[in-house]
């Protein structure tokens, strides 16, 4: 079974050039393409998509608020942003409303496909540079944030993984760890940070040096 795309971009051109690609490769379906989430929440409860590629700057309401508004319906629907913004602020503002990826619209097709395909399957893709923005304010924050929430290095380890967008599976495998030590590990870091997933975490490490 194919998996459902929903697509928000109010480039034309792109737009249809993303629904091209994307139907063109096996094992993916575009089931809608918009050009504005003024209506987001109807959309999504009609196409019911496995994952939805969001722009930011967009006609009506942002594709900030399109997330929120997603989250609030659908929340286990993955979203990857899919922007041409490399700030730090519109990066908080859409880890905070619930996106779980943030790809930047130079990224080649091929990396753009893997961040699909890795935002399925439970990771936080982001572009290089997007990535090292995030793993340059955990290192910027890490003792900070390890003492304030009394993480261990182990902890600290696996927030380290999580800002490299590592999903589960990938922080047990780089650990050396069984795949539900790693999952335990990770509720007690979430526990300690007082967050419900990774994309929180990384939250909270993007506000101690923005903020």
Request: glycine fraction near 6%; aromatic fraction near 8%; charged fraction near 25%.
């Amino acid at each position: 079974m194919n998996q459902k795309l929903l697509i928000y971009e109010d480039n034309e051109a792109l737009r249809n050039s993303l629904v091209y690609l994307l139907n063109a490769q096996e094992g993916y379906e575009v089931v809608g393409d918009f050009n504005n989430v003024n209506d987001v929440k109807n959309q999504v409860k009609q196409c019911q998509p496995d994952l939805v590629i969001m722009d930011i700057d967009m006609p009506g309401k942002d594709g900030i608020t399109g997330v929120e508004e997603i989250k609030e319906s659908r929340p286990e629907t993955p979203i990857i942003m899919y922007t041409q913004f490399e700030d730090d602020e519109r990066l908080f503002k859409s880890i905070c409303a619930g996106a779980d990826g943030y790809i930047l619209k130079k990224t080649s097709p091929e990396k753009f496909f893997d961040a699909i395909k890795e935002a399925l399957n439970g990771g936080a893709p982001m572009s290089p540079l997007i990535a090292k923005k995030v793993i340059n304010s955990f290192k910027a924050t890490k003792d900070n944030v390890q003492l304030k929430y009394d993480l261990t290095n182990r902890e600290a380890e696996i927030l380290y993984l999580l800002t490299k967008g590592y999903s589960v599976k990938l922080i047990a495998h780089e650990m050396c760890i069984a795949y539900d030590t790693a999952r335990s590990h990770l509720r007690n870091t979430y526990r300690k940070l007082h967050v419900n997933c990774g994309k929180e975490a990384i939250a909270i490490l993007l506000a101690s040096k923005i903020i």
